[in-house]
């Protein structure tokens, strides 16, 4: 088959699945349709309906879109059969039911921005980092019953610089991420619709426990300071610059507001103060007193109702920060 004759429905939602959709575009795939999420309503009312990036682009370039509300409503289940796709492509999407993803004769392989089979889950880029990984990657697996848990196709590696955010690695794999999904294609094609692929079991290590990658919610981006500096340097980098990590800052008075952290590193030297104390460090700089009385010195900041800031700028609005402390 040539690759002009494949049918494909691709399915994503945000600007990480926005480069894959180009690329299949631009390297003369027939993508015959586009599935995503339903447009959202913004604005301080609601009032206003935000589609996805996706979207977007897909409008840009006259693809049919699909966005159904449930991905098992019949009405959406024959829309979708209707494209008669062979292959169905999946980047940062959702769960999908059997009745959509056995659909297509070649099967649905899905892009995971992780090795599997670690990080399997729906953030697997931000829980590479925050448990210290210096590398991650891209992986495609077919979709089968249970979530991340398919065959895989093909992997790449991507080296995590040592103080890299979530920012610089997202972008890095979502580059990756397009790349590896063409060869996939293109593997598919050579096959005949049937590529070799790797039970996820087999690329398992004996005693190597599998990390997870559960989706994030604010209350699992709290800084635990009983952690070490260096580890909570990693929670940073981690949730750095979305969605942030955050703690919460209690002036002498009792005074309590939210403070995020965007940038840190380990200061040297240990703290007699208790977990959570205030150590200042010369006139523009601070650090915080974390798990062993290690401390993590704060680069850059952000408190409730102010802009992103230098630690410096920070302490220059604020008088004897020394006796403040994190919770």
């Given amino acids: 088959m040539r690759k002009e004759d494949l049918r494909i429905v691709f399915m ?15 390297n003369g795939y027939n993508v015959v349709a586009v599935v995503t999420q339903p447009d959202k309503p913004v604005g301080r009312h609601g009032s206003v309906l935000q589609p996805s990036q996706v979207k977007q682009y897909a409008v840009e370039h006259g693809l049919p879109v699909l966005q159904p509300v449930k991905m098992k409503d019949p009405e959406f289940v024959e829309q979708l059969r209707s494209y008669n796709a062979n292959l169905q492509v999946v980047v940062a999407f959702r769960m999908l039911p059997e009745v959509v993803w056995d659909m297509p004769e070649y099967g649905t392989f899905n892009v995971h921005a992780a090795l ?28 089968d019953h249970d979530i991340d848990t398919g065959r895989v196709i093909m992997q790449k590696p991507f080296d995590i610089p040592e103080n890299a955010d979530v920012e ?5 794999l979502m580059q990756l991420g397009a790349d590896i999904c063409l060869e996939t294609i293109e593997r598919i094609i050579d096959a005949d619709g049937h590529p070799e692929s790797i039970p996820q079991e087999k690329l398992m290590t004996a005693g190597q426990p599998l990390n997870q990658a559960p989706k994030l919610f604010k209350e699992n981006c709290r800084i635990d300071w009983g952690m070490e500096a260096e ?26 507001m939210v403070m995020k952290l965007y940038k840190t590193h380990v200061a040297q030297g240990h703290s007699t103060k208790g ?14 007193v974390a798990g062993n009385g290690t401390l993590l010195e704060v680069d850059e900041l952000q408190v409730a109702g102010k802009k992103r800031m230098r630690a410096a700028d920070f302490l220059n609005g604020i008088k004897e920060f020394e006796k403040y402390s994190v919770m």
């Fill in 12 to 26: 994503g939602t945000p600007e990480f699945a926005v480069p894959t959709l180009k690329a299949m575009i631009d």
């Fill in 231 to 256: 580890r909570v340097r990693n929670f940073v980098r981690g949730l750095s610059p979305v969605p942030g990590a955050w703690t919460t800052l209690v002036a002498p008075d009792g005074k309590e």
């Fill in 275 to 288: 977990t959570g104390g205030i150590e200042l460090i010369g006139r523009n700089s601070f650090a915080i």
């Fill in 116 to 143: 599997l089979p670690q990080y399997r889950g729906a953030a697997p880029i931000n829980w590479a980092i925050i448990n210290g990984e210096r590398q991650t990657g891209v992986s495609t697996f077919f979709l």
């Fill in 168 to 172: 610089y690695v997202y972008d890095g």
